[in-house]
């Protein structure tokens, strides 16, 4: 590996892509560190510091929640515009439409997700201002105040700014650069933020034992992800030789891969904003005039404050349901038996059309069971690696592991084929 990296720096052209793809992240981290005036950062750390779940959330920016910079919002608003335009393609006659006319279809529909990015980034920067806020953190907030009105807008606007800056670095990067921009923007958010946590559990005293379990169970946990993500089924198909004119298509057997895990990291985002309503939700009401909605609240605030069983069994369900439920999207958007029918591919033993698509479902729900009950585990794992070593302070974010363990592998395979493109040697053997 160490010698086609070097290899890969003697290429003109794809070291100049290495540097530019670090040079970008360089700039997203220095974005990272510029903070928003009017934000009392010491109360936020102590905030960060006593929440669980927004402790995880500050884990996915980089740090750059528990300084509430400008990138605070990350590109998240981006991904979740992302999700929304891929569930409702399929309902949407002209969205299906443009999904079939190519690179033309896909610019269109990129313009789109970008668009609807804006009006998500602003709704997630005043929530979270709001909470802010009501925590004395922000001074100076409200819209519907005179004199709170223009820096509120100011801060909402700053924010999401952030987000599209962001947005247009991971472009650039998918562009110029190696590999998925936007998954390198998150990427390098992660990483950057790990010395920190290692460092704050050892401040908080360190067991050597604990750590050690943790560093194996971290290890079995990358091990297992690669594993699955590497992992499909084979399906043979057979294609029927054509003619035309004095050229003979086809004849030949080739073979249609079904990623165990198709869905990535998608259903755990999906439960995990999920799981962050209710609680968040309840806080607005803990402080209620009336009895029964503050009790109520109450209770909702501790089923949900990500300490407890309940927490987690409802989470690791819901990361199975949304892992059918986001496979069983893309199969429909990828609409295989007719691709199939169209390009004179057959399963042998299956007749084009309805037979096929029956019996492509029926695999797909069988090895969808083994993805969804595999990213179930790894959802909570976070609160069995607590249970089972002590450490609390640094946690196995299985949601960040997916993602690096996923970021990590999607570039090697681009620097694997750019160096194959050249006659050499690439990462994966």
Same mark, same amino acid.
């Given at each position: 590996?160490?010698?086609?990296?070097?290899?890969?720096?003697?290429?003109?052209?794809?070291?100049?892509?290495?540097?530019?793809?670090?040079?970008?992240?360089?700039?997203?981290?220095?974005?990272?560190?510029?903070?928003?005036?009017?934000?009392?950062?010491?109360?936020?750390?102590?905030?960060?510091?006593?929440?669980?779940?927004?402790?995880?959330?500050?884990?996915?920016?980089?740090?750059?929640?528990?300084?509430?910079?400008?990138?605070?919002?990350?590109?998240?608003?981006?991904?979740?515009?992302?999700?929304?335009?891929?569930?409702?393609?399929?309902?949407?006659?002209?969205?299906?439409?443009?999904?079939?006319?190519?690179?033309?279809?896909?610019?269109?529909?990129?313009?789109?997700?970008?668009?609807?990015?804006?009006?998500?980034?602003?709704?997630?920067?005043?929530?979270?201002?709001?909470?802010?806020?009501?925590?004395?953190?922000?001074?100076?907030?409200?819209?519907?105040?005179?004199?709170?009105?223009?820096?509120?807008?100011?801060?909402?606007?700053?924010?999401?700014?952030?987000?599209?800056?962001?947005?247009?670095?991971?472009?650039?990067?998918?562009?110029?650069?190696?590999?998925?921009?936007?998954?390198?923007?998150?990427?390098?958010?992660?990483?950057?933020?790990?010395?920190?946590?290692?460092?704050?559990?050892?401040?908080?005293?360190?067991?050597?034992?604990?750590?050690?379990?943790?560093?194996?169970?971290?290890?079995?946990?990358?091990?297992?992800?690669?594993?699955?993500?590497?992992?499909?089924?084979?399906?043979?198909?057979?294609?029927?030789?054509? @003619?035309? *004119?004095? %050229?003979?298509?086809?004849? #030949?057997?080739? +073979? !249609?891969?079904?990623?165990? &895990?198709?869905?990535?990291?998608?259903?755990?985002?999906?439960?995990?904003?999920?799981?962050?309503?209710?609680?968040?939700?309840?806080?607005?009401?803990?402080?209620?005039?009336?009895?029964?909605?503050?009790?109520?609240?109450?209770?909702?605030?501790?089923?949900?404050?990500?300490?407890?069983?309940?927490?987690?069994?409802?989470?690791?369900?819901?990361?199975?349901?949304?892992?059918?439920?986001?496979?069983?999207?893309?199969?429909?958007?990828?609409?295989?038996?007719?691709?199939?029918?169209?390009?004179?591919?057959? @399963?042998? *033993?299956? %007749?084009?059309?309805?037979? #096929?698509?029956? +019996? !492509?479902?029926?695999?797909? &729900?069988?090895?969808?069971?083994?993805?969804?009950?595999?990213?179930?585990?790894?959802?909570?794992?976070?609160?069995?690696?607590?249970?089972?070593?002590?450490?609390?302070?640094?946690?196995?974010?299985?949601?960040?592991?997916?993602?690096?363990?996923?970021?990590?592998?999607?570039?090697?395979?681009?620097?694997?084929?750019?160096?194959?493109?050249?006659?050499?040697?690439?990462?994966?053997?």
């Amino acid at each position: 590996m160490i010698d086609a990296v070097a290899r890969a720096f003697r290429l003109p052209d794809l070291r100049r892509k290495i540097i530019f793809t670090f040079a970008l992240l360089g700039v997203y981290r220095l974005a990272a560190h510029v903070p928003i005036p009017g934000v009392d950062v010491a109360r936020l750390q102590e905030l960060f510091a006593t929440n669980q779940l927004l402790g995880l959330l500050d884990l996915f920016s980089g740090g750059s929640l528990t300084t509430f910079s400008v990138a605070a919002l990350g590109v998240y608003p981006y991904i979740t515009a992302s999700i929304v335009m891929q569930i409702v393609a399929p309902l949407i006659p002209a969205l299906q439409e443009l999904q079939k006319e190519g690179e033309a279809g896909r610019t269109r529909i990129s313009q789109y997700t970008r668009l609807l990015t804006v009006p998500l980034a602003m709704l997630q920067a005043y929530a979270q201002a709001t909470l802010l806020a009501r925590e004395g953190i922000i001074a100076n907030f409200g819209l519907l105040d005179r004199t709170t009105f223009l820096p509120t807008v100011s801060l909402i606007l700053t924010l999401t700014a952030g987000t599209m800056f962001l947005v247009w670095l991971g472009e650039l990067i998918t562009e110029k650069g190696i590999g998925n921009g936007i998954s390198l923007i998150i990427f390098g958010g992660i990483v950057a933020r790990l010395p920190t946590s290692i460092a704050q559990t050892v401040a908080a005293g360190t067991n050597w034992i604990g750590m050690g379990v943790l560093a194996v169970i971290g290890l079995v946990m990358v091990l297992g992800i690669v594993y699955m993500n590497e992992g499909q089924r084979r399906i043979q198909v057979h294609y029927a030789k054509r @003619i035309r *004119g004095n %050229r003979v298509y086809g004849g #030949t057997t080739s +073979y !249609l891969p079904m990623r165990v &895990n198709s869905a990535g990291m998608i259903p755990l985002i999906f439960a995990m904003s999920i799981m962050l309503i209710p609680g968040t939700v309840a806080t607005y009401f803990v402080g209620s005039e009336s009895t029964w909605v503050r009790n109520t609240a109450g209770v909702i605030a501790g089923l949900f404050n990500g300490v407890n069983w309940f927490y987690w069994l409802l989470f690791f369900w819901l990361v199975v349901g949304f892992t059918y439920f986001y496979t069983a999207v893309v199969f429909q958007q990828q609409n295989l038996p007719e691709s199939l029918q169209k390009q004179g591919g057959v @399963i042998p *033993g299956r %007749r084009p059309g309805r037979d #096929t698509a029956e +019996y !492509l479902n029926r695999i797909l &729900n069988r090895i969808t069971l083994l993805g969804a009950l595999f990213l179930g585990v790894i959802a909570i794992m976070p609160f069995i690696v607590g249970q089972l070593t002590g450490v609390q302070v640094l946690t196995l974010s299985s949601t960040g592991i997916l993602i690096v363990v996923g970021v990590v592998l999607d570039t090697m395979k681009q620097l694997e084929a750019q160096l194959m493109m050249r006659h050499y040697e690439g990462f994966i053997k």
